[in-house]
């Protein structure tokens, strides 16, 4: 057994690590900082970030990127009521992901294609887009979703002035509760049926 000690003098402080180097591409940096911008409304730092993120994934060949980045410039259009530039955005977005097949992304893309257009108050494009996924939601057995735009509609409907339309969407959905044991949820969209009911009297 050996009691031999390193000597004190040859004890030094310990190296510190050398930082990671960033592995991530300029475009992906650009991006990132472009997306923290649309989550914080910033939505005209968003836009110049989320240009040359968009340009870089271009120069790389990166479809992925070019989605991502399309679809938070489709945010960031929609922050500041460029409508039809966030439509643009969307659907360069979406033609990836439907190449991709992806169709989780294309439903979300979908739900911002609905407020573009009722922006543009074209409400029968939005309506248009709805009905569409609302026959995606039912193949996938997804009521939650069907009541999400269910909502939208009756939104929609109400801001383009169709109270009967829109009193029939809150019926749908007091249907869909009832259906799903929820009586006081259903009770309550009846009642705002009933209520746009009356005041379309």
């Keep these: 057994m050996s009691n031999s000690l390193q000597d004190i003098n040859t004890i030094g402080p ?3 690590a050398e930082p990671a180097e960033d592995q991530r591409s300029q475009a992906q940096k650009d991006y990132e900082e472009g997306r923290g911008y649309v989550e914080r409304g910033e ?3 968003a836009a110049v970030s989320l240009h040359n993120a968009l340009q870089g994934f271009e120069k ?3 479809k992925e990127g070019i989605a991502n980045a399309s679809n938070q410039l489709g945010h960031a259009c929609l922050q500041r009521k460029e409508y039809e530039k966030a439509l643009e955005n969307y659907q360069r977005a979406w033609d990836i992901c439907a190449e991709f097949d992806d169709p989780t992304s294309l439903q979300a893309l979908s739900v911002r294609r609905v407020e573009a257009y009722a922006g543009l108050k074209a409400f029968g494009k939005a309506v248009g887009v709805c009905l569409d996924l609302i026959d995606e939601y039912q193949k996938n057995n997804d009521p939650q979703g069907t009541v999400t ?3 939208m509609m009756a939104d929609i409907y109400q801001k383009s002035g169709d109270l009967d339309k829109a009193a ?5 959905i007091a249907s869909i509760h009832a259906n799903f044991n929820h ?5 309550a969209y009846r009642q705002k049926a009933e209520q746009l009911n009356d005041n379309n009297a």
Aim: hydrophobic share 30%; glycine share 4%.
């Design 168 to 172: 029939d969407s809150y019926r749908t």
């Design 183 to 187: 009586p006081k949820i259903a009770e």
């Design 149 to 151: 735009v269910l909502e």
């Design 60 to 62: 790389e060949g990166n």
């Design 14 to 16: 310990v190296q510190q």
């Design 43 to 45: 939505s005209a730092l």
